[in-house]
């Protein structure tokens, strides 16, 4: 018995269908990585800034160069201290213009995003904690952003004039920021410490919870992910003051990583920004 088909299916044509197989599998497993795994429910956020977000205000940061790192980097907090600015070598930067968020991503934001996400009642306005790296890159490419790189980051808590922290140069209080020395012992309603913004008005750059960052060099989708991909900035409810500075640095954190002091926020383009 003869089918009909026979004689009509090429070389050509079973190499053709592989390819489209190879892409169609690539896009699935790209897809995956950003979103976590395969099967993971998500209605998604209205995109920010191209409408206005009412639960979270993208903020214009005009870009310009500055001076990143300490330059006190080669010493300690105090003879005997476990902090270390070694890794604040100081170097210029220069940021093209970018969108912010105003605050951290909350729970209720979070929930546009991943409908099973669970935080108590009374706590909507709070940063959304105990996501992975992964988890928070997968939620800002989901709105067309990305997370901050450490210049973005820095550049927007310091501005050119450098300041020690977001809202200045002086010592952090309870007032300013939620940190190590202050009530309650966990995360807060962003942007209650409203005089801790920064003069472009962002908030929470420090205290509250820490930040996921990328290095500079990190292309999402394109460059390979690996432990020093994954950098917190900020500090949190738990930090000492050492850590709420601007261009304090954590680095090599596992994938799987996970805290309940540590948040995210989204930033995106400037259309024709240059250098």
Excluded at 56 to 73: K, P, V
Excluded at 75 to 101: C, I, N
Excluded at 235 to 262: H, K, N, Q, T, W
Aim: glycine share 10%; proline share 8%.
């Amino acid at each position: 018995m003869r089918f009909a088909f026979e004689g009509w299916i090429s070389p050509r044509m079973i190499a053709l269908a592989g390819v489209i197989l190879v892409c169609g599998y690539a896009v699935v497993q790209w897809m995956s990585y950003f979103n976590g795994g395969p099967g993971k429910a998500a209605s998604r956020p209205p995109p920010t800034p191209g409408v206005v977000d009412a639960l979270n205000r993208a903020i214009l940061i005009e870009g310009g160069t500055f001076i990143s790192g300490s330059d006190d980097w080669d010493t300690l907090v105090a003879p005997g201290s476990p902090y270390s600015k070694r890794d604040e070598y100081p170097r210029p930067r220069t940021v093209r213009s970018f969108w912010m968020q105003e605050h951290e991503v909350t729970n209720e934001e979070y929930r546009r995003f991943d409908a099973g996400h669970a935080f108590s009642s009374g706590e909507e306005r709070h940063p959304v904690v105990n996501v992975t790296w992964r988890e928070a890159m997968a939620y800002a490419v989901s709105v067309g952003g990305s997370l901050p790189t450490e210049a973005q980051w820095e550049f927007a808590a310091r501005g050119s004039e450098r300041r020690k922290y977001p809202w200045g140069d002086s010592e952090p209080t309870c007032e300013r920021v939620h940190y190590g020395s202050c009530d309650p012992r966990g995360p807060i309603e962003v942007m209650a410490r409203w005089e801790g913004a920064t003069p472009e008005g962002i908030y929470d750059l420090a205290g509250n919870v820490a930040e996921w960052v990328t290095p500079i060099w990190f292309d999402p989708g394109r460059t390979p992910v690996n432990d020093d991909s994954r950098r917190l900035r900020g500090g949190s409810f738990l930090s000492p003051p050492f850590a709420l500075r601007a261009a304090d640095r954590v680095r090599y954190l596992r994938s799987s990583f996970e805290s309940e002091d540590i948040g995210f926020r989204v930033v995106w383009p400037v259309e024709g920004a240059r250098d």
